[in-house]
């Protein structure tokens, strides 16, 4: 009985992240890739333990307009609107060596067992493009902030992103690698500083 608890244990990371593909592993995350979807997206994932309050992490992410203070990638962000629970942001987004970004999205939350789920998807509606960088062609993310151990969190992130226009492969295999795990130790950082 005991080996078959053991052998279970083992397989349901496995299972949990099944079509992932472990990449790195750093400040208390473990990082993936995913294949490549139907668009040629490439989507990552962290999962992460941090010793940070849920309701720290939380408070955080719920102020949209605030996302260009923690995460160095999102230069500008400005709510346009807001309607049932969702706000419609815009945000510009820049990296060393190409041209800006900008995508409007939806963000919103919800409940899950243990803590908030955090999601934001591009809009059907880009009114409020200024024209300056390049539209965005895909973006659609989350944030799982629950109960982890000792009192802190157990997080997970996710982001399927379609930069637009020309990219040179070597920056998106950064953005999928290092850069996605700046970004995440960017709110980690921005989380401890502020306790």
Partial sequence: MKILLVLALMVLP???????????????????????????????????????????????????????????????????????????????????????????????????????????????????LTGDGVEVVKDTGKWEVTEGKNGGSHVVYELAYGPGGMVPSFVVRWFQGAGTQALVGELLAYARRGR
Avoid at 23 to 42: R, W, Y
Avoid at 88 to 109: C, F, K, L, N, P
């Fill in 14 to 128: 496995n299972v949990a992240l099944a079509g992932w593909t472990q990449t790195a592993e750093t400040n208390g995350c473990v990082f993936f890739k995913a294949e490549a979807d139907a668009e040629g997206v490439q989507a990552v994932r962290a999962v992460c333990d941090w010793d940070v309050a849920p309701k720290d992490l939380q408070r955080l992410l719920a102020k949209h307009a605030d996302h260009d203070l923690y995460f160095s990638s999102v230069s500008h962000c400005d709510v346009l609107g807001s309607a049932n629970g969702v706000d419609r942001a815009w945000q510009r987004h820049e990296a060393a060596g190409i041209t800006a970004r900008e995508v409007v999205v939806d963000m919103w939350s919800e409940p899950i067992p243990g803590g908030l789920r955090f999601n934001w998807k591009k809009s059907a509606n880009q009114t409020g």
